[in-house]
């Protein structure tokens, strides 16, 4: 299994700045994913993070708005750039440690004023 | 891709009945269907995953059948209680041969005293 912790939990933010998340995994894991989850509405992928190489992103996300780093097996982070109110959201850090069960951060809910 | 449906109204019951949610998929045949767990304000955590090949999948009070003829899987859970209140999310793969999970819109359940 593993644990993952994501932070911030919480932030408002002023539109046209930008957000830095972090999430941090207790153990290496091969697979990190960043999800966003509108209210009442499923997980959308935005884009896997790749160690030591350029994030796979899905189509309607692109890194100009959504730098991705992932400097080792246990970290990765996720930058909102230049954010809207239409980025308000919850984004969530995911890690798969077998390629059947994927394990979630707690989120960070984006409120963008 | 995949298109996955969950009933997106609210499922009520009485404590101590069988709850049955429904997950309902198009297009290819996944190599498995992942249920996941969701609280308010949490990341989804991982309840069972069941193959193709496999019928149905037992874990203590839950119980998941996979039928590959009509691309649906059921999620039941026996002797509910308050406690067993949340959304519940299906996931298949992302497409064929990917083990990145996508995620269905969630089913909330309500069960009451």
């Known amino acids: 299994s593993a644990v993952i912790s994501q932070k911030p939990s919480r932030d408002i933010c002023q539109r046209g700045t930008s957000l830095t998340i972090q999430c941090q995994v207790d153990?290496?894991?091969?697979?990190m994913f960043w999800y966003r989850q509108q209210p009442g509405q499923s997980l959308t992928l935005i884009a896997t993070?790749?160690?030591?190489?350029?994030?796979?992103?899905e189509s309607g996300f692109v890194i100009d708005k959504f730098p991705i780093s992932r400097p080792n097996l246990t970290f990765s982070t996720l930058t909102v750039s230049n954010m809207s109110p239409e980025d308000s959201s919850i984004y969530l850090c995911?890690?798969?440690?077998?390629?059947?069960?994927?394990?979630f951060g707690q989120g960070t809910r984006l409120t963008v004023v | 891709s995949q298109k996955i449906e969950q009933n997106s109204e609210a499922l009520n019951i009485q404590e101590g009945k069988t709850a049955t949610l429904t997950c309902n998929y198009t297009?290819?045949?996944?190599?498995?269907l992942q249920w996941y767990r969701q609280d308010p304000g949490r990341g989804p955590v991982f309840l069972l995953l069941?193959?193709?090949?496999?019928k149905e999948k037992r874990k203590e009070r839950l119980k998941v059948t996979f039928d590959t003829t009509l691309k649906q899987s059921l999620f039941h859970i026996t002797a509910s209680q308050p406690a067993d209140s949340a959304t519940y999310l299906c996931a298949l793969p992302l497409s064929g041969g990917s083990y990145i999970p996508t995620f269905g819109r969630g089913t909330s359940l309500i069960v009451h005293p």
């Open positions: 993070a790749n160690q030591g190489s350029e994030a796979t992103y």
């Open positions: 069941i193959r193709e090949n496999e």
């Open positions: 297009n290819y045949s996944p190599a498995y």
């Open positions: 995911s890690a798969g440690v077998s390629n059947t069960e994927a394990f």
């Open positions: 153990s290496q894991v091969t697979m």
